[in-house]
């Protein structure tokens, strides 16, 4: 479903907007923890990939033929490949670490899509999220829910009521509570792979 999020143009100005206001220190944190092999789920028109620090193995992928075709203005050296949440084509365990940044809203299936970042994970691994979610406050939320049936197809897929936190935590993860933060409807954390022995 192709929406206003995926037009670069008009995407990328909306970011650089929200980025003026704070969000590239939220994205800053996000890529800045990634160690290891780092795989980035849903990489849109690149604006993290100027991020990682350099000498990182980071491999990114987007399901978006056209925004991936912006990212690889922005990817120097980073291999992209297109690619859905739901369907990695990767080995079982091979990431360190899992970057997402505002893509889950987005995501078909949530839950098949951490089910996949779970697979891809290694047993140590470790998932950093960036996401903007259902609201805590009641009003809020019932406003979500009243746009989000319009908000989804003029945003190509965003669904700006979902519980991404939940949705985690009941995917296998559990999320470090040192690593939480809210700021209105945006989250940022780091989650860990449940074991399951």
């Known amino acids: 479903m192709r929406g206003i999020e995926q037009i670069p143009a008009i995407y990328d100005a909306m970011c650089a907007v929200s980025e003026a206001l704070g969000l590239r220190r939220w994205r800053q944190w996000l890529t800045g923890g990634a160690t290891g092999r ?116 003029i945003a190509g897929g965003c669904h700006p009521n979902r519980d991404t936190e939940r949705t985690v935590e009941s995917s296998g993860f559990r999320i470090l509570e040192a690593s939480r933060r809210a700021q209105g409807t945006l989250r940022r954390f780091e989650a860990v792979p449940v074991s399951t022995r």
Request: charged letters at 25%; proline letters at 8%; glycine letters at 8%.
């Open 38 to 153: 780092v795989l980035e789920v849903g990489c849109g028109t690149g604006r993290n990939l100027l991020l990682y620090p350099p000498g990182r193995f980071v491999v990114a992928v987007e399901p978006d033929a056209v925004a991936l075709r912006a990212a690889k203005k922005r990817a120097g050296s980073i291999p992209l490949i297109r690619a859905r949440a739901e369907a990695l084509p990767f080995k079982d365990g091979v990431f360190d670490t899992v970057v997402s940044g505002l893509v889950f809203c987005t995501v078909p299936d949530p839950r098949a899509g951490l089910a996949e970042i779970r697979r891809v994970l290694g047993a140590d691994g470790r998932l950093r999220m960036l996401e903007h979610v259902r609201s805590t406050r009641p009003w809020r939320a019932r406003l979500q829910d009243f746009v989000q049936p319009v908000w989804t197809k």
